[in-house]
């Protein structure tokens, strides 16, 4: 059986050193995310891969700015996670961070890590998304540590935020495996106090060929679970004692168990109940939940998302309250809580005569003329991850489908192979320069390597633009902003063996119609390259456009462009927001939109 510390030489080992009374100069006001970038620093660590997804993005363009470590922008999380771990095991302290769905995408090595173990100390940082606010779903990640079998720890404010990040490492290397730090949006995107600290710098470790650890053939790996379940084992025990689960005690009416962000919530909202708040939410100190149940009168568990720790609560014979009160769905709030705990009325919601305001694709987007183009043409698109899944919203209503990063050109495939070419051919399957990086590359080859008719539309923008201006292979540039290897598109479609490529300005409509025509009509790949910079990249100052003689015929309204609004039944341009596209001049029947110059 594998052998580990006793837990009192755990605790101290991980734990004291967090503790120690040490010189803090400064309290900053920081992000969540800009608080675990600072904790990465101060423990000293070397190598950050990422690929950049809100909520953690600011995680890595934080720890950027910090010229000891050396951080890059991934072309996937599955690669970023590879090179955190190559970067441990080769002796350094390593991180990555991602989204919920990008730990989908990093599982594949995620889980053989838990196997292998490490070297230098490997965080992975996964921020999920409750409610949405800018995700394609609700997963739990907690879920992942549980399948895993990955301890995971949760923050509930910036200042824990950069400690847990802090003790993560040290629970790596004591423990010898990957350590999960989750965030929520409202953790990674708030602000509160925080007193930092210095670099301690860690030492490389020494790198050792060991195939029984590293190598994981059958019979590796069959050795190396017996150690993962019984570290398992050891650290559930080992939880019951970490100073990072505290009791709380109040009045013992109420106790209640939560972690994170809906901790802050539970003490607004019950200031007078005792609560259970749990640091490491897998795996769970249930020593500590049950001696804390048998000392209150009523039990609950406040938890967004899953009711993960309710059911194992649950499972554990006690009686337990949770997601009955609190739904399954979104975000919590210190007002829900309030009123599922307590039963107090929700306030109701402030009405006002404001009009609806959908989210659109910015003035100048290059992404809208294209839309536009297809919209006429009447194509069915298969969607992908992106600003330009916006175009699925009226009044462009131009997207038949959005599944997950690069599953465009997949799907465009498998509907050809269900209903024939005939069907391909009015079908396109669009995603962006770093979307395609990501994930577009091996569907793209497939559909090639199948014999397939589609039709792709490559709409490179020259950055990673939803996640806010990210560099990625195409730009040419890293993440610092200095020169780097460029990828060319053109040739790498070309050498994956799509025998049409074309490139279009999406602004040039005539140019980009007669693209989309002559491509969707063959009987092979086809990928057109829609290249224009992001709107955003250049803000110039640029002449307005004016309207003359307008028949309010309302096609430029058509191209959802948020400069245009009607103004006493007839277009008018809000200088402020045009960026001077010329996509409205084009899409006029009458002429009658004409460009500052013009006028």
Request: aromatic share 6%.
């Amino acid at each position: 059986m594998e052998k580990f510390i006793p837990a009192e030489r755990l605790a101290q080992a991980v734990f004291g050193g967090v503790q120690e009374a040490e010189p803090r100069p400064e309290t900053r006001l920081m992000l969540g995310n800009e608080a675990v970038a600072r904790g990465a620093w101060e423990a000293g660590v070397r190598v950050i891969s990422s690929y950049p997804g809100t909520p953690s993005t600011e995680i890595t363009e934080a720890a950027a700015n910090y010229e000891e470590i050396n951080c890059q922008w991934a072309t996937n999380e599955k690669v970023a996670t590879e090179v955190a771990f190559g970067a441990a095991m080769a002796g350094a302290r390593a991180m990555t961070c991602m989204k919920h769905v990008g730990v989908n995408v990093a599982a594949d090595p995620l889980f053989t890590a838990a196997y292998t173990g490490v070297n230098a100390g490997m965080v992975i940082v996964c921020a999920d998304d409750p409610a949405m606010h800018s995700s394609q779903n609700e997963q739990d990640s907690r879920y992942y540590a549980r399948a895993a079998h990955i301890p995971m720890l949760e923050p509930a404010d910036s200042q824990e935020c950069l400690e847990y990040t802090k003790i993560a490492f040290q629970m790596s290397e004591e423990l010898d495996t990957p350590v999960f730090l989750r965030l929520t949006t409202r953790i990674a995107h708030s602000r509160s106090p925080v007193t930092v600290g210095e670099r301690r710098q860690a030492e490389l470790k020494p790198y050792e060929k060991d195939v029984m650890k590293y190598v994981m053939m059958p019979g590796m790996a069959r050795k190396r679970h017996g150690k993962v379940e019984q570290r398992e084992s050891f650290l559930a025990e080992a939880a019951n004692r970490m100073p990072i689960n505290r009791l709380e005690w109040r009045e013992k009416d109420v106790g209640v168990i939560t972690s994170g962000c809906s901790y802050q919530y539970v003490r607004e909202a019950l200031p007078t109940a005792s609560v259970l708040k749990l640091g490491m939410v897998y795996p769970l100190p249930m020593k500590l939940i049950s001696d804390f149940a048998s000392q209150v009168k009523r039990l609950l568990v406040i938890e967004e998302l899953e009711g993960l720790i309710e059911k194992d609560v649950a499972a554990a014979g006690l009686l337990v309250e949770g997601k009955v009160l609190t739904g399954d769905q979104g975000e919590l709030s210190t007002e829900k809580v309030r009123s599922a705990v307590l039963g107090v009325k929700l306030p109701s919601q402030v009405q006002d005569d404001l009009p609806a305001r959908p989210p659109v694709l910015c003035p100048g987007c290059p992404h809208r003329g294209i839309f536009h183009v297809v919209k006429k043409l009447k194509l069915r698109v298969m969607g992908d991850i992106g600003c330009y899944t916006l175009a699925a919203l009226a009044p462009l209503s131009a997207m038949d489908a959005c599944l997950c990063m690069g599953a465009s050109i997949g799907m465009a495939s498998g509907a050809e192979r269900a209903r024939g070419k005939e069907f391909s051919k009015g079908t396109v399957a669009v995603l962006g320069d770093s979307t395609f990086l990501h994930s577009g590359i091996t569907p793209l080859i497939d559909a090639v390597y199948g014999r397939s008719a589609i039709t792709v539309l490559i709409l490179d923008n020259r950055i990673t633009g939803m996640t806010g201006h990210q560099q990625n292979p195409s730009t040419g540039v890293d993440i610092h902003g200095n020169p780097a290897p460029q990828v060319d598109l053109e040739k790498f479609v070309l050498g994956c063996g799509v025998q049409h490529v074309r490139v279009v300005d999406p602004f040039d409509i005539k140019q980009t119609e007669a693209a989309l025509r002559e491509e969707t009509a063959r009987n092979a790949v086809s990928v057109i390259i829609a290249r224009r910079p992001c709107a955003l990249l250049e803000r110039k100052t640029r002449p307005a456009h004016v309207i003359r003689d307008c028949k309010s015929c309302g096609q430029c309204v058509k191209i959802s462009c948020p400069a245009i609004r009607r103004k006493n039944q007839q277009a008018a341009i809000d200088p402020a927001q045009c960026s001077s596209c010329g996509l409205c001049t084009q899409v006029c029947p009458f002429g009658a939109i004409r460009s500052g110059e013009d006028a």
